[in-house]
């Protein structure tokens, strides 16, 4: 069990640490439910929550960090599958977490966890991925930019070493 444990960590400190160090041109990344990760909803809201206050345009990349083969990620060309969270049609479906989604065309995109009943109840993830992302209220000087890519970095880093310290509780 420890075995698989560090393997994970591993594989997600891996993909965390790859996304941190691709180029800024690259767009956002966005960690899918913020600290909570792609993991069970607290409630039938989360996700939804979550995806109503980021503006998620091409280019963006979405990081789904879970557990393989606890969850998975499947994706639904239509919002009529999503509501009902069927499988009958499906675009992707992703099984080995973490998994990093990169966004290429604009328009909705449909998620969710097409195990058991985790999506049900409310392990799922709409979005509108936009054309171009929207300007920045200032454009920030470049000592500014420095010092916010550095937080980035030290939050997604923070971030990461607390997921590893749960996973391996």
Known sequence: MMASKTHYTILLLSAVMASLFTGS??????????????WMAPNKTYYEDWARTRNISIGDKLMFLYRSGVYNIVEVPTKELFDKCSMKIITNRYQNGPTIIELTQQGPRYYFCGVGKHCEVGQKLAINVSAVAPPQPDAPNTSSATTSTGAGLRYLTGLAVCVVSELLM
Not at 25 to 38: D, E, N, P
């Open 25 to 38: 041109a690259a767009g956002v990344y966005h960690i899918v439910g913020a600290g909570k990760g792609w």
